[in-house]
């Protein structure tokens, strides 16, 4: 440990840091850590989420040719291929597997967690064009690590400006101009 610390601080050193300006750097750095897992320390790591699948077609009249082809017996999967335009389910029948709120563009979200289990919905309208939607299933489920850390990442932040609103901020933007030179330190090279 003793030799694995002395060579840290001699790296150190070559940005001109003492041991105790590291130490404090270190010190800072588990009180930052620290009040930042106090702050998010109930964050939710379960929401309620959807299974779904789609059917994206550009126009309405599209969608409800789909929607009729459905009531008629047609197989969603092979429906999915034939007429999604969204590349990235259409091969795979339009699933989009599980999400949670905020994963979607509002129109589908709404009309996604409308839905009971099994149904398919009307022709809904989004920026992407008509969607029909079916939902597969809904349940609470782990929030995934990814989305947990942008959640706990909001809530600090959120925490942290009302925070500063508590306080007079003094900003000295102009510090720097009196102590950094406005011309290179090095002779003039042509």
Do not use: C
């Amino acid at each position: 440990f003793q030799k694995n610390y002395q060579t840290f601080l001699e790296n150190f050193k070559k940005f001109n840091m003492s041991e105790k300006e590291i130490l404090q750097l270190f010190h800072d750095q588990l009180i930052n850590q620290k009040v930042y897992e106090i702050i998010t320390a109930n964050t939710p790591t379960e929401e309620e989420q959807v299974w779904a699948r789609h059917i994206l077609v550009a126009t309405e009249e599209e969608a409800n040719a789909v929607l009729e082809a459905l009531r008629d017996g047609e197989d969603w999967t092979k429906l999915a291929a034939e007429k999604s335009i969204d590349p990235g389910t259409k091969d795979q029948g339009g699933d989009l597997g599980w999400f949670g709120r905020n994963r979607m563009v509002p129109e589908f979200e709404e009309g996604a967690y409308n839905l009971n289990v099994g149904e398919i919905s009307q022709p809904i309208q989004s920026s992407h064009g008509f969607h029909i939607i079916q939902l597969l299933g809904k349940e609470v489920r782990p929030i995934d690590s990814g989305t947990l850390d942008q959640n706990k990442q909001k809530i600090f932040n959120e925490w942290l400006t009302a925070e500063k609103e508590k306080y007079t901020i003094e900003e000295y933007h102009d510090v720097w101009t009196k102590i950094v030179p406005d011309t290179p330190a090095f002779g003039d090279y042509q």
